[in-house]
């Protein structure tokens, strides 16, 4: 049972929403009118936070985290060389500046002064070097191996670090607020992974990977402007009814993942919707390595199979858009908008498993809500289109404990999510490039790998758009990932928190940072 904790003093009047559905659809957040607001932000209370993301395998180990609650818990810990702004520009954080050489292939970043972690270290340029080495070399098997491994030496010069790259990377400053790369205290060169040591607005003071993290603010945090609560507490509730109710009944503050099909509920409560069109896709990813997904025709097959209006109309209750089987969002710089949009077509879908030598189709599809809310229920609504093209899709209700680790790249057919990443590049090393561990369908393209290396060295903006716009259509057209929606995140909040005008929309939670950036009114 969730225990009540004390929050801040006033708090404003109730804000019964009026038409929340069709404004959170159309990817707004309520008029500063229609919501908890402040002039300025007030320092106070205890956050309490319901994720639906969070198992008992999570640790504080940045090299595995693999789920939006160790995020949202990592950036309230730490810090991170540069962060991403609500609007999408990147600014500083740990690092006060940065410079390229001429062709991008060398940057120096200036380490801010006056900056301690919470042990009363102070961060040094030792600290940044090691905290950025620590995810690279032959022997790491962190998640963020494939966007360090490009940096060929990292040396200190006073309160500078400099990286040398094998070749030129524009994005490069963006890469260091990924969320892997928090800076933590290093000795002999060195970071203890495990530590809970950080530079961020919070003190982690408790820590039960799948049931709670509690912390408190640091008195010390240099953002003064930032981190305004008292403390926190985070808890994983995978269950959507669940997280629902603990808002309804006021045992917690925010919630994220709503059930899109339930937001009257929220609206009859007084309940905040916060809804923000960004990256964030929802898939169902086939292992090329295993049969009979090793045949691009029955990859195609599938694909064709599935009615993408329908599932963003049932499942996100339209709250997203059709997704188009290459994870690179509407939003993001290089999107291809002339890229043809796939439909459902069972026909085209019975040509393709012809040209597999194939009558019918079998296969077993593994979901559970842990991957995204209403997993279960849109892999149900993907084998009943599919059953119009020969396709039999019987649906495996896994646990939602333990799915990223005994389901999620272990089972051959599997939904899954991805927030998405701010550049092309990013997303495209990290979930397609040969070889990256987080390449959940283990797919390789040697044309697309070409193009991955070209277009993050490439400094002319045309030549990079026809790259990276070819690399979607090669994911499009070959991947082994059903992209079939893109999703809002969608948030809800009690009328005691207020929230900037502006949301981040690079991932869920104001880009993970809705602890330091929110407050209670």
């Known amino acids: 049972m969730l225990h009540r904790l004390n929050r801040a003093g006033g708090v404003t009047r109730r804000t019964l929403l009026q038409g929340a559905s069709a404004v959170a659809a159309s990817g707004l957040i309520l008029p500063a009118g229609m919501r908890a607001a402040a002039a300025e932000p007030r320092r106070g209370g205890i956050l309490r936070v319901a994720m639906g993301h969070g198992n008992t395998g999570d640790s504080l180990d940045p090299a595995t985290w693999d789920n939006a609650y160790v995020q949202?818990?990592?950036?309230?810990?730490?810090?991170?060389?540069?962060?991403?702004?609500?609007?999408?520009?990147?600014?500083?954080?740990?690092?006060?500046?940065?410079?390229?050489?001429?062709?991008?292939?060398?940057?120096?970043?200036?380490?801010?002064?006056?900056?301690?972690f919470h042990s009363g270290k102070t961060v040094t340029a030792e600290d940044v070097a090691a905290s950025i080495d620590y995810h690279r070399g032959e022997d790491s098997t962190s998640a963020a191996k494939p966007i360090v491994e490009a940096i060929t030496d990292i040396r200190v010069d006073g309160n500078t670090v400099i990286f040398t790259l094998e070749a030129g990377n524009a994005d490069f400053p963006f890469i260091m607020s990924d969320y892997h790369l928090p800076i933590m205290p290093s000795s002999d060169g060195r970071i203890d992974p495990t530590s809970a040591d950080g530079c961020g607005g919070y003190v982690l003071d408790h820590f039960e990977p799948g049931v709670e993290a509690r912390l408190t603010r640091n008195p010390d945090y240099w953002k003064t402007h930032r981190a305004h609560f008292d403390g926190l507490v985070l808890m994983p509730i995978i269950d959507a009814a669940a997280r629902q109710n603990a808002l309804i009944t006021?045992?917690?503050?925010?919630?994220?993942?709503?059930?899109?099909?339930?937001?009257?509920?929220?609206?009859?409560?007084?309940?905040?919707?916060?809804?923000?069109?960004?990256?964030?896709?929802?898939?169902?990813?086939?292992?090329?390595?295993?049969?009979?997904?090793?045949?691009?025709?029955?990859?195609?097959?599938?694909?064709?199979?599935v009615d993408r209006q329908d599932m963003v109309d049932k499942i996100l209750s339209g709250f997203g858009v059709p997704g188009n089987d290459h994870p690179i969002g509407r939003s993001n710089r290089f999107h291809a908008d002339e890229l043809e949009q796939r439909e459902f077509d069972p026909e085209r879908a019975r040509h393709h498993l012809r040209e597999a030598g194939l009558d019918e189709l079998r296969v077993s599809l593994s979901a559970s809500d842990a991957a995204f809310g209403g997993a279960v229920d849109a892999?149900?609504?993907?084998?009943?289109?599919?059953?119009?093209?020969?396709?039999?899709?019987?649906?495996?209700?896994?646990?939602?404990?333990?799915?990223?680790?005994?389901?999620?790249?272990?089972?051959?057919?599997?939904?899954?999510?991805?927030?998405?990443?701010?550049?092309?590049?990013?997303?495209?090393?990290?979930?397609y490039a040969a070889g990256a561990p987080w390449n959940d369908g283990f797919w390789e393209h040697e044309r697309f790998n070409e193009l991955l290396v070209a277009a993050r060295s490439e400094l002319d903006e045309e030549r990079r758009r026809e790259m990276y716009e070819e690399m979607q259509r090669i994911v499009r057209d070959e991947g082994s990932t059903v992209i079939p929606m893109f999703a809002n995140y969608v948030m809800a909040v009690s009328d005691a928190v207020a929230?900037?005008?502006?949301?981040?929309?690079?991932?869920?939670?104001?880009?993970?940072?809705?602890?330091?950036?929110?407050w209670f009114a």
């Open 250 to 305: 006021g045992e917690v503050d925010v919630i994220d993942r709503v059930d899109t099909s339930t937001v009257h509920l929220l609206e009859r409560a007084g309940i905040r919707i916060i809804s923000v069109p960004g990256t964030q896709h929802y898939t169902f990813v086939m292992d090329s390595r295993a049969d009979p997904f090793t045949d691009n025709n029955v990859r195609l097959a599938l694909k064709y199979a």
């Open 379 to 431: 892999a149900v609504l993907f084998a009943e289109t599919a059953a119009q093209a020969g396709i039999t899709i019987d649906v495996v209700r896994e646990p939602s404990d333990g799915y990223w680790s005994n389901v999620w790249m272990v089972k051959p057919f599997v939904a899954s999510y991805w927030g998405g990443r701010p550049t092309e590049d990013w997303m495209f090393s990290t979930g």
């Open 499 to 518: 929230t900037p005008d502006e949301i981040g929309a690079n991932w869920t939670m104001d880009g993970f940072r809705a602890p330091e950036r929110w």
């Open 72 to 116: 949202v818990l990592s950036s309230a810990i730490h810090n991170y060389l540069t962060e991403i702004d609500t609007d999408g520009s990147l600014i500083p954080e740990i690092a006060e500046s940065w410079e390229p050489s001429s062709d991008a292939t060398e940057w120096t970043f200036v380490i801010r002064d006056g900056v301690t």
